[in-house]
């Protein structure tokens, strides 16, 4: 208790918020086809990372205020931004797309390595909360228990233009991509791998903390590096994966490899409550200097 006239029924209003950052109910979008008789579907939690407005890498929108990407994507300390809105990588409706300045970037601390890719997820921190509509949604953190089955069918999306990513004229599409693909189990994309590797097969080079997918013959990378695979379980649409290896678009015939979101999903969740309990106690910081100031100088 204060001793300077404080009130406890002034920090209501504070402790209120605090709850209600804390126990915000979790939104899930979900992906929906337009009325014009569009090819392809809208999937409102596809996020554009961008470098002086050119596309790098793909992401997913996990709620108002946080991107999850691939660490792999960072390159550095570059002013990057997002956009979110639009299944165009020009987009002309700008009314709809909406662009945002990243305020802060977070890595997994175990990420390293080129060639054997540990932790590849990273957290981007936006400017200003976005505003949901159609056309941006979040998709929904697996919890870290669930176990994603062999077979299951999931969609990985992004403007890559991957059957000519690695020739010269190499190009992306102006229209976001789709894929349907399915979960395929570790040990059996870890062979695959290791056909025409150097490395002997005691040595993994598909790890607990990643989920391969496939759709079992044609070029499946339709995505961006740090793009999402999606899959709905029970009736959520998940964030199954975060597009990891660049390599695996290099054959038709390789399973694409992803970060396993649910290996880190406790790990994510955390860094967002941190930033936003962060915002939130200098928020009541700053209202308890403005009740102090009013004190002192009276009505």
Request: charged fraction near 20%.
């Amino acid at each position: 208790m204060l001793s300077s006239g404080y009130r406890e029924d002034e920090t209501k209003p504070v402790i209120l918020f605090l709850l209600y950052v804390v126990t915000v109910p979790e939104v899930c979008g979900a992906p929906w086809w337009s009325e014009d008789g569009g090819v392809t579907r809208h999937w409102p939690w596809e996020v554009s990372l961008r470098i002086e407005n050119e596309h790098v890498c793909g992401g997913a929108l996990i709620n108002s205020s946080w991107v999850v990407t691939a660490a792999h994507c960072i390159l550095g300390t570059k002013e990057y931004s997002v956009m979110l809105g639009t299944s165009k990588l020009q987009p002309v409706n700008v009314t709809r797309a909406l662009w945002i300045p990243v305020k802060d970037i977070i890595m997994h601390p175990k990420y390293w390595g080129q060639n054997f890719i540990i932790g590849d997820v990273a957290l981007l921190h936006l400017h200003t909360p976005v505003i949901f509509s159609n056309y941006v949604q979040p998709i929904c953190l697996p919890e870290p228990n669930l176990n994603l089955k062999v077979g299951t069918q999931c969609w990985v999306t992004g403007w890559s233009q991957v059957k000519q990513r690695f020739s010269a004229d190499s190009v992306l599409t102006t229209e976001l991509q789709e894929a349907e693909v399915f979960i395929m189990d570790n040990k059996r994309c870890d062979r695959i791998y290791h056909r025409k590797s150097i490395f002997p097969r005691v040595i993994r080079l598909v790890l607990k903390d990643m989920v391969c997918a496939t759709n079992y013959g044609d070029n499946l990378c339709n995505g961006d590096s740090g793009g999402p695979l999606a899959c709905e379980v029970e009736g959520r649409w998940i964030l199954a994966g975060v597009l990891s290896w660049e390599k695996a678009c290099a054959k038709a015939e390789n399973p694409g490899v992803y970060t396993r979101v649910t290996k880190y999903t406790k790990w994510i969740k955390k860094q967002m409550s941190n930033g936003a309990l962060a915002g939130v106690c200098a928020s009541a910081w700053l209202l308890f200097l403005c009740w102090l100031l009013h004190s002192r100088v009276g009505p």
